[in-house]
């Protein structure tokens, strides 16, 4: 049975001043169902341009090579139209920053709703209710009410639960999740943890989590690639990265998590 | 709201109170004796002195700007005996070279003003708004460089030059127009269409011009927002994510502008009326202040700056039901 979700050598490369610039070389990863990969590496590693390849969104003038293959069907080069009917439906994506992620013209409620719309059809009326739903399943109080509300009237952690809520609502068998909890606190980051961890187990879902943070990655991903300047440096399992790092770079990152023992000694 | 409108309302009427003033002052103390103006070519001393008396010019500044004031409220008369002149309110002045109510002369001439503002403004948003997205949507295509051309020269393009090119080319070359007339709609809409044609189009294509690069640069700016790429990944279709999402952000701040532009060219559009001897508020103004005809300028000025408060209210207004961040801010 092949993997929920197969890339190998997928090359992305940008327009640059005078041609393209790869931003991600040969990158070969597999997810399975109910499994967590995780992308960890410095910004500009190429980490996110891998998911966004993999989505299909890359900027304009972005190129893809290699192959992506989602449940088997290669979806790299896939036209617009037909990945279209993929992303947020079995393949979603929530992003760093939620407050400029939602759009602030229309209430959460509408945000939520359309993406169920665009793959389910049905009554608005029906898909609200559904999304009030989504908005309780991730912890939002008095959804009802809260629907109604604009993406500024949420504090930052509840804007990602929304993020959540929308990306999820129509049970998609993949989540990319770009450094969900990058802009949040450490506190809210922890919840927002626990409530993907939580749905994970519910629905079974592959999740592919990109951090700059190896402490959040050894939190939720089993098996994690490394990455620097595009170069995939490793592809290992956490534990493997964690005690045994093979490469330079991945001690470095480690050595990078601060450590409550380091304050211990080194305070006076 | 409530509270929000009244205070609004009290500081656009002080605004008004202060232009009314300063546009006062001026004519107080820097232009030629209006005296002079009003008693024309067969004059003597002791005639200047009579009519500076009938417009109270020998009274203090502050009298002269309170009875100007109340009589906006109350109307006023001028004069005495045979001369007297009543000016019911709201009496925004006589003119005394065409021995007219000011208030009569603006109310006679503002439809013909709003008429070709208002058909300018339909033409200039619509226009420049299709323009724009099309440009902002297909950046750096054929199709935004050549509409980015035709904005350059729409902008460039002095209005009068264009205003008498078109008036040669159709109606003495093609002759497929008239020349413009002052002709109501009711009396005949073939003729008033075709009379404010030319009007709507010259006066239009300047702001058509400044609105299609407007609207260009909000599309092109708002495509690049994350909430895009969130419609994206959501799978929205490709006019789904133009009509509802890109749209709504682009086009809201033009409100703004648009708001300021319309209601200034309610004042009269000058050069447009005046090239096509359209009998609006711009030809009267021209007018006036060829003849040094004080009291029509002072009103003019006025009601442009009426027009702007009370546009520029409007917007606000409509400002907190379209852009939901304003909305809870403003109650």
Known sequence: MSPLLAVSNLTVSLPASGGYADVVRSSSFTIGEDDTLGIVGESGSGKSMTALAIMGLLPRGGRATGSVKFDGTEILGMADRDLRHLRGAVMSMIFQDPLSSLNPYYTVGLQIEEAYLAHRGGSRKAAHKLAAEAMAEVGIPDPAVRARHYPHQFSGGQRQRIMIAMALICEPKLLIADEPTTALDVTVQAQVLKLLARLQAQTGMGLLFITHDLAVISQVARRVVVMRDGEQLEYVTTEEAFCSPRHAYTRSLLEAIPRIDDALTEAP | ?331
Not at chain 2, 121 to 127: G, S
Not at chain 2, 221 to 236: C, H, I, P, S, V
């Open chain 2, 1 to 331: 709201m409530l509270r929000y409108l009244a205070i609004r309302l009290l500081s656009g009427a002080g605004i008004l109170v202060a232009i009314c003033f300063v546009t006062f002052a001026i004519f107080f103390w820097l232009s030629p004796d209006p005296a002079v103006a009003v008693c024309g070519k067969t004059c003597t001393a002791a005639r200047i002195e009579e009519i500076r008396h009938a417009l109270g010019l020998g009274q203090p500044f502050l009298t002269q700007f309170w009875d100007f004031l109340r009589g906006i409220f109350a109307g006023r008369t001028y004069g005495s005996g045979a001369d007297l002149v009543h000016c019911p309110a709201p009496c925004l002045g006589y003119s005394f070279q065409t021995s007219q109510n000011v208030w009569e002369m603006i109310t006679q001439r503002l439809p013909v003003s709003a008429t070709i503002a208002i058909g300018a403004a339909l033409l200039w948003v619509l226009a420049g708004i299709v323009l724009g997205v099309i440009s902002g949507v297909r950046e750096n295509s054929w199709w935004d460089r050549g509409s980015l051309l035709l904005t350059l020269g729409g902008a460039s393009i002095p209005s009068f030059v264009l205003a008498l090119a078109l008036q040669y080319l159709l109606v003495v070359v093609l002759q497929v127009l008239p020349f413009p007339q002052g002709v109501s709609f009711t009396a005949d809409p073939q003729l008033w269409f075709e009379s404010y044609l030319m009007p709507w189009v010259v006066l239009a294509t300047g702001y058509a011009a400044l609105y299609a690069r407007l609207t260009r640069a909000n599309v092109i700016d708002t495509l690049q927002e994350n909430f895009m790429r969130t419609a994206r990944a959501k799978g929205l279709g490709p006019v789904l994510i133009l009509r509802r999402h890109a749209l709504r952000p682009a086009l809201t701040p033009i409100t703004t502008i648009f708001g300021m532009d319309f209601a200034w060219l309610l004042g009269g559009a000058l050069i447009v009326e005046t090239v096509f001897g359209m009998n609006g508020l711009g030809l009267m103004t021209e007018q006036a202040i060829q003849k040094n005809d004080q009291p029509v300028i002072m009103a003019v000025t006025l009601l442009a700056a009426f027009f702007v408060v009370i546009g520029n209210l409007v917007v606000d207004i409509l400002y907190t039901y379209l852009d939901p961040r304003v909305r809870i801010a403003a109650r």
